[in-house]
């Protein structure tokens, strides 16, 4: 449902602290938005962000699921 409210769990593991968290939701948000994957990400009523540090293989792990 387009009009459904969305929590977001973003998990992160960056090569070191030197980024912003608080830019990984925002961008990621973004992408999902323009990809398709939500249809605005103004439905996001809820988010949890993570860091940790894997100079070797830096990735972010999305868990999306629609909340009452």
Request: glycine share 2%; proline share 3%.
């Amino acid at each position: 449902d387009g009009d459904a409210k969305l929590f977001s769990r973003f998990l992160a593991w960056m090569k070191d602290k030197r980024q912003d968290l608080d830019s990984v939701p925002k961008v990621l948000l973004d992408l999902l938005q323009t990809h398709g994957v939500i249809k605005n990400d103004n439905q996001v009523s809820e988010l949890y962000v993570k860091r940790f540090i894997d100079k070797e293989k830096p990735r972010v792990q999305i868990t999306i699921w629609a909340v009452s």
